[in-house]
């Protein structure tokens, strides 16, 4: 059975909660994954590597950029998805569809890209219920309480759906 390794970073626990969903679905399709925060992560052991940042001001968090950058090597012999999460609000949806300014960091998406990435996803995310400092605390108020958590978990399940079809086809 492939063992799949999703690695994440979260400052507000939004993208965790996230890779968790996706860890979740693929244990549904029968697939064994472990869901493990960058800092803590490693590729041994395992078959198939999906890493997901937050994105704060165009820049993933730091723990996911030196997972991508320390395991570049190894990640290169596996398949790797990536995923962002981002975009909240009443308008996040439509910011989705812009790909010119809601695509995953460029850096991240080259590195990515050299490691032989078979794909990569944006996802909505949440405002922080605690937030921290003036741009937290300036997002949390212009941020109406209904649109605060645009995270999308059909699509979260979809995508995580489509990466166990691969991973199964592959193994056939
Ligand atoms: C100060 C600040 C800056 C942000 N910058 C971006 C950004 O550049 N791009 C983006 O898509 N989302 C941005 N966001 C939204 C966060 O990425 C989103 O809330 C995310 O789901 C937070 O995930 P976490 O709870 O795992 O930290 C920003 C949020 C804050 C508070």
Redesign the pocket.
């Known amino acids: 059975m492939s063992k799949v390794l999703v690695a994440y970073a ?7 909660e996230i890779a968790e969903a996706i860890a979740a679905e693929l244990r549904t399709r029968g697939l064994d994954a472990d869901c493990v925060e960058a800092a803590q992560a490693g590729c041994a052991g395992y078959q198939a590597v999906i890493l997901g940042s ?5 820049r993933w968090r730091k723990h996911a950029r030196d997972f991508l950058a320390h395991n570049h090597d190894v990640l290169a012999t596996m398949p790797l998805w990536i995923f ?5 609000g009443e308008h996040a949806a439509e910011q989705l569809d812009d790909d010119s300014r ?1 695509l995953e960091p460029h850096k991240v998406l080259e590195l990515a890209e050299a490691a032989g990435m078979r794909g990569h996803m944006v996802f909505a ?4 219920d605690d ?1 921290h400092g003036f ?2 605390k300036s ?1 949390a108020r212009n941020t109406p309480q209904a649109y605060r958590d645009a995270r999308d978990w059909d699509a979260i399940r979809q995508w995580a759906d489509e990466i166990a079809d691969e991973l199964s086809s592959t193994r056939r």
């Open positions: 979260s400052k507000h626990h939004a993208t965790a937050a994105v704060y001001t165009g962002s999460s981002g975009p909240t809601w995310g949440k405002v922080s937030p741009m937290e997002v």
